[in-house]
């Protein structure tokens, strides 16, 4: 079972304007076949079909907790997206200040699902083109080498996706999320590294990092890389996954210290609270009404 914290894993600036071509770019990220959305369903389902998981705890216990930690990617990938397509404006508006339905502008290169069929400058299940994420990226052979040795392979492709969302933008919200991914990209294939090692002597370390780019030379990364964000695997679990301490184990690949098990997940930083967007019946044509409504059930609550 999971427990669900009202927080995303790391304190994010919401964009001061909108930009929808960054958020086509991270979109990407979530529904596409090295975006997070593949990383999330395929560990996940590798732990749902683990057989022999006590005898083999320490390698189901690693591919469990890191599915854990992939449900909060696909979450900060989605408020990134919520975040850059905040405030994109409606074609001005009636006499009385309500606004028009005719069609929205929303500048540059963007992607037309963001505002036509899905949630209005909101996230989806699709990569950065509007296609829908596919079933069909999962990978679960049920052999384990090949299992791990896949989701070695699916973490550095994931790196170089977000590095080429990171050339496709400048944006600083964007850029710090990504900042983000790579550091905690780079522990999962550090990670799935050293179980690979363990079972079979290749030390698969030293292909790392693939693309051959150090993360410090991302200058959003580096905040992170100083905090040691990057030599931390997060136990998700309020009791349970201890014997990853088994796998990661041994010193940071920069040198910089040793690698740790942190109890809990990190403190995070607040959820954006982005406002209503009437012109596209979000809550509501008059979202006062709902708001009136909410309110009176948590004084209600309250009393």
């Known amino acids: 079972m999971f427990l669900r914290i009202d927080r995303l894993q790391v304190e994010m600036p919401l964009p001061k304007e909108a930009d ?3 958020a086509a770019a991270v979109q990407e990220l979530m529904g596409g076949r090295f975006g997070e959305m593949t990383t999330l369903n395929t560990y996940m389902y590798q732990s749902f079909n683990f057989r022999q998981r006590e005898k083999l705890r320490p390698y189901y216990a690693l591919i469990a907790n890191i599915a854990t930690e992939e449900l909060g990617h696909i979450e900060l ?12 404006e409606p ?44 079933g069909d990226y999962i990978f679960n052979s049920g052999n384990l080498i090949l299992d791990l040795l896949h989701n070695f392979f699916l973490e550095n492709g994931a790196r170089t996706a977000k590095l080429r969302a990171y050339q496709l933008t400048t944006n600083p919200a964007a850029r710090r999320m990504l900042g ?31 693309p051959n780019l150090q993360p410090e030379q991302i200058p959003e990364s580096r905040p992170f890389l100083e905090e ?33 098990v942190r109890d809990g997940p990190p403190e995070g930083g607040p959820q954006f609270d982005l406002d209503a967007a009437p ?8 979202p006062q009404e709902i708001l009136e409504m909410a309110q009176k059930l948590y004084q209600k609550a309250k009393g």
Do not use: C
């Open 20 to 22: 929808p071509v960054a």
């Open 228 to 260: 040691g964000w990057h030599r931390r695997l997060y136990r998700f679990s309020t009791s349970d996954y201890d014997e990853v301490r088994m796998i990661w184990q041994g010193d940071a690949l920069d040198g910089s210290g040793p690698l740790e």
């Open 180 to 210: 983000y991914l790579f550091t905690r990209g780079g522990v999962h294939a550090h990670a799935y590294a050293l179980a690979l090692e363990q079972l079979t002597g290749v030390d698969m370390k030293k292909m790392l990092p693939i």
């Open 77 to 88: 990938v989605a408020a990134a997206v919520n975040g850059l397509m905040n405030g994109a």
């Open 91 to 134: 074609k001005g508006s009636t006499s009385n200040g309500d606004a028009v339905f005719q069609g929205h502008f929303v500048p540059g290169a963007m992607m037309k699902a963001h505002v036509a069929p899905g949630p209005f400058s909101g996230i989806m299940a699709a990569d950065s083109l509007g296609r829908p994420w596919q």
């Open 279 to 286: 012109e596209a019946f979000i809550p509501d044509y008059h």
